[in-house]
Nanobody, 127 residues
């Protein structure tokens, strides 16, 4: 079992930056691919970014490519999402998620491929 806790959300002006963190418990974190998703009010939860268990592979939604960067520190059991050049349309609750397939070679973009979820952190971008 893995527990995930997000932090780092807040209110920022358009063009600004935020860095989200997702701290994990459990000894198997380093073997899991991780993802970030977001959900705006009245909308579905959408894929943002994913990173392989080793950190060597990443995948991004088209809407955030070139602005967001996902990374991880397996020693600290933490995954990060650096968000730059933020736009009002980035406003959402951001969730991190873990794919519990050990040492998976795949990076998934759908909710149903992830097994553990955090509680979310709110990001609000003002215009």
């Amino acid at each position: 079992q893995v527990q995930l806790v997000e932090s780092g959300g807040g209110l920022v002006q358009a063009g600004g930056s935020l860095r989200l963190s997702c701290a994990a418990s459990g000894r198997t974190f380093r073997s899991y691919a991780m993802g970030w998703f977001r959900q705006a009010p009245g909308k579905e939860r959408d894929f943002v970014a994913a990173i392989s268990w080793s950190g060597s592979s990443t995948k991004y939604a088209d809407s955030v490519k070139g602005r967001f960067t996902i990374s991880r520190d397996n020693a600290k059991k933490t995954v990060f999402l650096q968000m730059n050049s933020l736009k009002p349309e980035d406003t959402a609750v951001y969730f991190c998620a873990a794919d519990r397939t050990y040492y998976s070679g795949s990076l998934y973009v759908t909710n149903d491929q992830y097994d553990y979820w955090g509680q979310g952190t709110q990001v609000t971008v003002s215009s």
